[in-house]
């Protein structure tokens, strides 16, 4: 069974920092192309970052500077540091995995960032 399995959410305060991961198992880890998305209460679901094969990656306009995104084909896991929190970055954060047509979403983990 393809799954993805997100965790290090929780409760900080602005200013601080969290630490994300997502591991995959049941799937060619190495073939999918994996981005961090988030959603809060509200709004619609939003790009985070793409890790892009070669090593690139893309974050959005509002993290830029404060998340990094990594990926680890050794440990089928992606993480998503996020420092500097605001009370904005309040969410669910999913990691998604693509490849080809094939897309699966991980269950998500609640960030809380209190002011």
């Known amino acids: 069974q393809v799954q993805l399995v997100e965790s290090g959410g929780g409760l900080v305060q602005a200013g601080g920092s969290l630490r994300l991961s997502c591991t995959a198992s049941?799937?060619?880890?190495?073939?999918?192309?994996m981005s961090w998305h988030r959603q809060a209460p509200g709004k619609q679901r939003e790009l985070v970052a793409d890790?892009?094969?070669?090593?690139?990656?893309n974050y959005a306009d509002s993290v830029k500077g404060r998340f990094t995104a990594s990926r680890d084909n050794a440990k089928n896991s992606v993480y998503l540091q996020m420092n500097s929190l605001k009370p904005e970055d309040t969410a669910v954060y999913y990691c998604?995995?693509?490849?080809?047509?094939?897309?699966?979403w991980g269950q998500g983990t609640q960030v809380t960032v209190s002011s």
């Open positions: 998604r995995g693509t490849w080809g047509r094939h897309v699966v």
């Open positions: 049941g799937m060619i880890f190495g073939l999918y192309t």
């Open positions: 890790i892009i094969s070669g090593g690139n990656i």
